[in-house]
């Protein structure tokens, strides 16, 4: 492939050379590819573009700020609290400020921060503000037990499907987000939540318009 | 001597092929074809045999008879439960997958982006051997008929033979 051409006098183009499979050899074979080189190299690159994703995917973490992730959440019966409507969809309570506890009943930090969150609850829900729990992993049995335990009366619902978790990027419960009135995330807590702690965050949310 | 080749591969691979089909057709069957138990007493193996199937989110890499966390306790539970209701394996599953997701099966389903896990490996072996035979045949035809090399009828063009000789040698 290396070897000189012939001089260059002669450069006549023939009418039915077939361009196109010149091209391809020239292409490929200039580069010192076969076709199998072509196809494992295409093959590698591939996994790396997969790999690549999962890790950045994994890497992800919950927000902080900026636009909450939407969802749709059908509530237990007998847990409505004040959202509304069932199933309902966060960006259906567009104009109020959103609470949004996951938990779960076999865990233990949560029924922490259960009678807390039910405290915050009764304070607020006459005030444009609406707590939403989603159950997340959890049989509904002891969902149930467990929210009749802590008398909470708040909108409250399983994560159906496990869909919701992974849209916030949750490393585990509880967990819990206040959305401000535009949809956004304004306060992230990766641990139990206090009275004193959510009501700060829901009072500076409030006086916002 | 080149048409045996082919279809000895040929042969290789329709074997292959069908008994690949069996394995795939006897584990569907396994998962399905368990009578389920009707008795009361529902035993921990009971449990385990359909817990190890499944992996819960809360266990990311273990399966659900072997994870100690309250949650797969509770699963586990919910499992005995519907079992002793008389509720079949499949139906177990089912209840789990529409509350939880696909992702708690340790198998996953056939349809949607998982499907490629069952067709690519099939596509992968029928490509292989029909590389392998190519590969083999063209061999073949090399070893046996590289002297009889029959030069293109010159084009009157120096470039295009020197491509089409490039060619044959790509």
């Not at chain 2, 100690?68 to 539970?77: E, K, L």
């Amino acid at each position: 492939m290396s070897e000189s051409l012939p001089p260059e006098n002669t450069p006549k183009k023939s009418e039915q050379a077939p361009v196109g499979r010149y091209f391809l050899a020239g292409l490929f074979g200039g580069m010192g590819l076969s076709l199998g080189m072509l196809i494992a190299i295409g093959v590698i690159g591939l996994f790396v573009v997969i790999l690549a994703l999962g890790l950045f995917r994994a890497n992800q973490t919950q927000p902080t700020s900026g636009p909450a992730p939407d969802f749709e959440l059908t509530l237990f019966d007998g847990y409505p609290g004040n959202a509304g409507q069932t199933p309902i969809k966060l960006s259906d309570l567009k104009g109020k400020v959103v609470v949004l506890n996951f938990w779960a009943s076999w865990c233990v930090p949560c029924a922490q921060e259960a009678a807390d969150l039910q405290a915050t609850y009764a304070k607020y829900k006459d005030k444009g503000v609406v707590f939403l729990g989603v159950d997340w992993t959890d049989i509904e049995g002891d969902a149930r037990n467990y929210l009749k335990r802590f008398g909470i009366t708040y909108a409250n619902g399983p994560d159906l499907g496990t869909k919701i978790g992974p849209r916030y990027h949750i490393s585990g419960v509880p967990e819990t987000y206040v959305i401000d009135r535009d949809g956004n995330v304004q306060f992230t807590k990766i641990s139990p939540v206090t009275v004193a702690e959510l009501s700060g965050v829901l009072d500076r949310l409030l006086q916002q318009k | 001597m080149m048409k045996r080749t082919f279809k000895i591969a040929l042969f290789v691979f329709w074997v292959v092929a069908v008994l690949l089909l069996i394995a795939l057709t006897s584990v569907a069957l396994a998962q399905t074809g368990t009578p389920p138990p009707t008795k009361q007493d529902v035993t921990a193996d009971d449990v385990n045999r359909i817990a190890k199937q499944m992996y819960c989110p809360v266990c990311e890499n273990e399966p659900l008879d072997a994870c100690r966390t309250a949650a797969c306790q509770q699963w586990r539970a919910q499992i005995g439960q519907m079992l002793s209701e008389g509720q079949s394996e499949q139906q177990i599953k089912d209840y789990f997958v529409a509350r939880y997701g696909a992702r708690v099966l340790a198998q996953p389903p056939a349809q949607g982006i998982s499907l490629l896990l069952y067709v690519l490996p099939i596509v992968g072996l029928i490509v292989g051997v029909i590389f392998l035979v190519w590969l083999l045949r063209r061999l073949r035809a090399r070893g046996t008929a590289a002297p009889v090399a029959t030069p293109a009828p010159p084009s009157g063009d120096e470039y295009i033979d020197r491509v089409e000789q490039d060619l044959k040698n790509f």
